[in-house]
């Protein structure tokens, strides 16, 4: 199959979109950002890699990072989150607060914010306990650094602070996590590590080669097993009912990928044993979706096949 050709198609067939949908305008330097900017990135798991686009502008990360705070919290305990946040679809908006009253404190699922920001006290508890790490240091900057071979990859640190700043929603659900005694750290610590994950700021190709161990059945670059396979089996799973928030529906039904979305505009998608994509138009849908992201992602399914169905 001739992957270069499918992805400029791909290019082609949603140029005319390019531009289209809302930038976030809850975080002020998101809503600057040009919409007009489109990038694709595949990475194969015999390690070629295509690229259209804007593939190496550097976008905000944002909700993408959730999973790679799970990634690391399974690998380093295993099944033990699990107890703390569920994982079923939550059909509700990222930041919904209402479901986490019912539940007593347990998000449906670590891709909605509550669930990440329980995931995220989780490292936060891991990384204190460890005392060769030191605290200022990010693990998901780390991990992303070493696994796209690329140490440039840094903060964003004015979108951190601009969430910081517009955290009235963020701070609500970890306050609410923490009366229901589902969160070990203080409140301010868990944001601030959050707010900074979300502010992480990659290129497509990087976060593509980034999170091609999804891919390969849990088999880091450097040939080091993170995950095992039931385990991978377990995230992309997840991501298929969960990533997409209130649209995971939609999200499968078009593409029919696991993938993860973020308010940056950018989509992970995997293809199990294959290859990872990462594609990013900063434009959103009202399910906080990159529009031109997921029309691009269903051209190129539809284009090469591929798909877990
Ligand atoms: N969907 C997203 O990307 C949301 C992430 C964003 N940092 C927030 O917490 O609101």
């Not at 001739?2 to 975080?27: F, H, M, W």
């Not at 290129?203 to 059945?217: E, H, K, P, T």
């Not at 290859?275 to 529009?291: D, E, H, R, T, Y």
Request: aromatic residues 8%.
């Amino acid at each position: 199959m001739d992957v270069e050709q499918i992805l400029e198609d791909t290019y082609r067939a949603v140029r005319p979109l390019i531009g289209s949908g809302a930038v976030a305008e809850y975080i002020p330097r998101l809503a600057a950002v040009n919409p007009d900017q489109f990038g694709m990135a595949v990475v194969m798991n015999d390690g070629r890699e295509f690229q259209v686009g804007d593939s190496l502008v550097p976008f905000s990360v944002q909700s993408m990072s959730k999973v790679l705070s799970l990634v690391l919290v399974l690998a380093d305990h295993g099944e033990d989150i699990w107890r703390r946040v569920g994982r079923e679809p939550s059909g509700a908006a990222f930041n919904s607060l209402t479901q986490l009253e019912y539940s007593r404190g347990i998000p449906r699922n670590p891709f909605v914010n509550a669930g990440a920001l329980v995931v995220t006290d989780q490292l936060l508890t891991t990384k204190r306990q460890m005392s060769d790490f030191p605290v200022e240091q990010n693990p998901i900057l780390d991990f992303v650094r070493q696994e796209s071979g690329n140490p440039a990859i840094g903060l964003d640190s004015l979108v951190a602070r601009s969430e910081a700043e517009h955290s009235d929603r963020n701070a609500a659900i970890a306050h609410l996590l923490s009366s229901f005694g589902n969160l070990q750290n203080p409140v301010d610590e868990v944001l601030e590590q959050y707010f900074e994950q979300c502010a992480i700021s990659m290129n497509c190709r990087d976060v593509a080669v980034a999170v091609s161990f999804l891919a390969r059945g849990g088999i880091r670059h450097d040939g080091t097993q993170l995950l095992s396979l039931s385990e991978v089996k377990r995230v992309n799973s997840v991501m298929l009912t969960s990533g997409f928030y209130d649209a995971a529906g939609e999200f499968a039904y078009r593409v029919g990928l696991p993938g993860k979305s973020g308010v940056g505009g950018g989509i992970l998608a995997i293809v199990p044993g294959h290859c990872s994509i990462c594609v990013w138009a900063p434009g959103l849908n009202a399910s906080g979706n990159s529009l031109v992201g997921v029309a691009a992602l269903d051209e190129f399914t539809t284009r090469t096949g591929w798909s877990i169905f």
